[in-house]
């Protein structure tokens, strides 16, 4: 699945479980950056090393909550592909 297609799923499915527009905003954001960052690849093809890359690489001029909250959205949506069987 491709990385983009990965993150309309998700966010459809957290749309489903009721959250917040405000969420989704913010989890749409997020996907987005991914996408910038890693263009539109298998989510299959995304390892560990590449996404402590990315958090070291876009972190640097971010705010420790605001890190800590893309950690968490990577958290979530990885979770959320190995549960539904996308990894």
């Known amino acids: 699945m491709l990385l983009s297609k990965a993150g309309e799923a998700f966010e459809s ?23 910038k960052y890693f263009k ?12 402590k890359e990315y958090l070291s690489v876009t972190g640097k001029h971010l705010k420790p909550s605001s ?6 959205f990577m958290k979530s949506l ?9 990894l």
Do not use: M, V
Request: proline share 2%; hydrophobic share 35%; aromatic share 8%.
């Open 13 to 35: 499915d957290k749309r489903i479980e009721g959250f917040s527009p405000q969420t989704l905003k913010a989890y749409r954001l997020q996907a987005s950056l991914l996408i």
């Open 40 to 51: 539109d690849i298998e989510i299959t093809n995304i390892e560990t090393n590449l996404l």
């Open 67 to 72: 890190l800590s909250h893309r950690i968490r």
């Open 78 to 86: 990885f979770r959320w592909s190995h549960e539904e069987g996308h």
